[in-house]
């Protein structure tokens, strides 16, 4: 008998295999974002389906508040002239297309509340995720998205509790409930993305343009809580920006962004008001007090606020002091940094805070510190 030679022990992979293994590698890489998003987008669409039946019949407004509108903007009516849309024209308009395409049914603007709440608060956590990272956007905003989609699916599957932790702040910032509250507060996102697009490349007159003109279409377009804080606030920020790094053109850039945010808030007021922005605003700011009467009608005086303690009992009650002393820290490190990534991060906190303190001193306290908790 004869033995069998030992095999030879493989060599070492020569530079071909390991250039194709590393080819592989990368176009794995490259398509991880792709997979992420899309997963996102199955669990929003998912969710959506899942509750488009589940048409809420026991309070005055909620899904038929949100229809009503819908109904009407399909109907050809405008904004101002036709009727007053008490939770703003943009948010309600977001979700038109989405409703159109599916039929128009009730059902279905259940469907494209639901979905399109799951989106801005995918889209609300990769934005700061870019932000935070600062370094390839798409891969750390599909991450991002992907990560609060897995928390969605968690809670419905494996960890109910997470619905009503922390005072239920997940189903605040994931269920677009009576009045699209996750809708109306993606606003300063919408903003911080677009200042983002657009400045970490530099600062030039056109790109001062832009955020200016986003800033006062946002600011006129969404709900009253919202929309002026976010894109005012954030005027001011780029304002400071510019001023702190001394970037330029510094005047005539800033008197471009300050223009095209007049000019913005003008043309979007009158576009989607048919010319009627005086009167939506007078609704806005004055008549709307008549009008949503269960709103602003005789709550008690703990529900009010009358002093600073006020706001801050209320803010305690919410645990909203907690991510307050989160801000002040995250405003400190970006003024120290001077980043644009950070000082925007600063700005969702100051914007979502603002939000909420705008809906509280202007009607009364019912859980509107939920962003602000939810950035913290």
Same mark, same amino acid.
């Given at each position: ?230 894109? +005012? %606030? @954030?005027? /001011? #920020?780029?304002? =400071?920006?510019?001023? !702190? *790094? $001394?970037?330029?053109?510094? &005047? ?72 307050? +002393? %989160? @801000?002040? /820290? #995250?405003?400190? =490190?970006?003024?120290? !940094? *001077? $980043?644009?990534?950070?000082? &925007? ?32």
């Amino acid at each position: 008998m004869t033995s069998a030679s030992p095999r030879p022990a493989p060599g070492p992979a020569g530079p071909g295999a390991r250039a194709e293994a590393t080819g592989i590698a990368s176009r794995l890489l490259a398509a991880l974002p792709a997979v992420l998003l899309l997963f996102a987008l199955v669990v929003a669409v998912a969710q959506a389906r899942r509750w488009s039946h589940e048409v809420p019949t026991w309070h005055m407004d909620g899904a038929f508040q949100t229809a009503s509108g819908l109904f009407r903007l399909a109907d050809g009516q405008l904004p101002g002239r036709d009727f007053f849309p008490y939770l703003g024209i943009a948010p309600v308009l977001l979700l038109l297309p989405l409703v159109t395409l599916l039929g128009g049914e009730l059902t279905d603007t259940v469907f494209a509340a639901r979905f399109v709440a799951l989106l801005t608060l995918e889209a609300g956590v990769g934005v700061v995720a870019v932000l935070l990272s600062g370094r390839r956007p798409l891969r750390a905003l599909a991450w991002g998205a992907a990560a609060a989609a897995l928390l969605v699916v968690a809670a419905d599957t494996v960890w109910p509790g997470l619905w009503t932790a922390a005072d239920g702040v997940l189903e605040a910032a994931a269920v677009p409930g009576n009045s699209l509250r996750p809708i109306r507060a993606s606003a300063p996102y919408l903003l911080a993305a677009v200042a983002y697009a657009a400045l970490r490349g530099g600062w030039t007159v056109r790109r001062a343009a832009v955020v200016g003109a986003s800033a006062g279409a946002v600011a006129v377009l969404w709900s009253n809580d919202y929309g002026p804080v976010s894109g +005012a %606030l @954030l005027l /001011g #920020v780029v304002t =400071y920006q510019v001023l !702190r *790094r $001394g970037w330029v053109p510094r &005047l005539r850039g800033l008197a471009v962004l300050w223009g095209a945010a007049a000019a913005g808030y003008l043309v979007a007021g009158l576009a989607a008001t048919a010319g009627h922005l005086a009167t939506l605003l007078a609704y806005n700011f004055l008549d709307v007090r008549a009008d949503q009467f269960w709103y602003f009608g005789p709550w008690g005086e703990p529900t009010r606020v009358f002093s600073a303690g006020d706001l801050l009992r209320i803010m305690a009650g919410e645990r909203a002091l907690y991510p307050l +002393a %989160l @801000l002040v /820290g #995250v405003a400190a =490190y970006a003024l120290v !940094r *001077r $980043g644009l990534g950070s000082l &925007l991060v600063t700005y969702l906190g100051a914007a979502t805070l603002l939000g909420g303190v705008t809906a509280t001193v202007g009607g009364h306290a019912f859980a509107y510190f939920w962003a602000f908790v939810w950035w913290g």
